[in-house]
């Protein structure tokens, strides 16, 4: 669950980045996200140990783009979430970015340790969290953690598991434009239908400030799954591989610029 606000506060931007292919200065995500936050912001880049090439490519763009300073902490196991450097770089950014190859990676260096509680009450004082690739999945409080091939979406294709907190009304795929990524949603929905679902294009951002208002930042189109209204599912009676039926759902694509209201779940 996210920490609780204080009266007097206003919760930080939540940025989920679909995965780097033009490379992380090519599309003007990080520059927007500089502009937002302030005059020469203090960064903390949190990476999987798997994935420090992109953590290069962020530090280099970040100090580019107007970052004042730019601080790695990279997770080699889980002791690494525990450690006073990595809790202090974090007490004093304004912004953190999560980077992972995998969610699961992630996860279960982050889960349960005095970093994740720290990342979440920070994000509730005001401090930015943004994940890119696979580290916009762990963000929520429910994370995709991995599927099966195939568009239609199938009980045992989709595997969820605990995720880093900052929101539990979204649940995100961050999986590219592929043909899949619908059934991705759909088979998680239709397991937790309480949930938004997101779907990330590569290079594109969903920028989630204060007030619960997505905007769409970059060069592809973010698909909002909305199943406030779902209606008869076969999920509870399906068998292991079998094809889920989910009726009523909402569909939207949004491009740059556009924006949606998370709260009252409607475009805007």
Known sequence: MPARLSPDQSRGYLVPLGASVRGAGQTGIFKRLIAILGRRPRVAIIAASAD????DDLDARLTADGAGHVQRIVLAQRTDSEAQTALAAVEHADLVVLCADQPLRLSTLLGGT?????LRRRNADGMAVAGIGAGASVLPEHMLAGSAQGASPRMGNVSLAPGLGLSNRLLIDQGGAGADRLGRLLGALALNPFVLGIGLDADTAAFIGPDNVLEVV?????????????????AADAGPSDPISITNLRVHVLVHGSRYDLDFRRPL
């Open 218 to 234: 970059g060069v592809g189109s973010v698909t909002v799954v909305d199943p406030t209204d779902v209606g008869h599912s076969n």
């Open 114 to 118: 005095a970093l994740a509680r720290l």
């Open 52 to 55: 420090e090439a992109l953590a």
